[in-house]
Nanobody
Framework: QVQLVESGGGLVQPGGSLRLSCAAS????????MGWYRQAPGKQRDLVAR???????NYQDPVKGRFTISRDNAKNTVYLQMNSLKPEDTAVYYC??????????WGQGTQVTVSS
C-alpha cells in the first residue's frame, strides 16, 4: 500500500512558476514509476509527465520545455517544476504511483489555477 500526498498548488499569474511535490509513504518508493496527471473541469484526467525507474522521463506535448519532473528516492518524493504557466494549465494535479505487481495509487490532488 502506498499513500501519496500532493502539495504546492495555488494561484499564479500567467508566466509564473509553481513546484508541486508528492510525498509517498512506504519503503519501496524507488521501485514505482511515478507520474503527474491533471484534470480540468469537464475533462478527463490526462498524463502530464512521468518518471520511471532509472530516471527516464517523458512529457506530453503541451508541457514540453516548460515542466520538469524529478524524484528524490531518499525523500520518497516526486516533484513537478512548472514554468511559464498558461491559463490552460489550470487543473487539479494528481500524483500517481504505478508498479505492475504492487498496484496503482493516486493522491488526493492539488489545485493549480493560472489567472491574472
Amino acid at each position: 500500500q502506498v499513500q501519496l500526498v500532493e502539495s504546492g498548488g495555488g494561484l499564479v499569474q500567467p508566466g509564473g512558476s509553481l513546484r508541486l511535490s508528492c510525498a509517498a509513504s512506504g519503503n519501496m518508493f524507488s521501485l514505482y514509476d511515478m507520474g503527474w496527471y491533471r484534470q480540468a473541469p469537464g475533462k478527463q484526467r490526462d498524463l502530464v509527465a512521468r518518471i520511471i525507474i532509472g530516471g527516464i522521463t517523458n512529457y506530453q506535448d503541451p508541457v514540453k520545455g516548460r515542466f520538469t519532473i524529478s524524484r528524490d528516492n531518499a525523500k520518497n518524493t516526486v516533484y513537478l517544476q512548472m514554468n511559464s504557466l498558461k491559463p490552460e494549465d489550470t487543473a487539479v494535479y494528481y500524483c500517481n504511483a504505478f508498479h505492475q505487481r504492487f498496484g496503482n495509487y493516486w493522491g488526493q490532488g492539488t489545485q493549480v489555477t493560472v489567472s491574472s
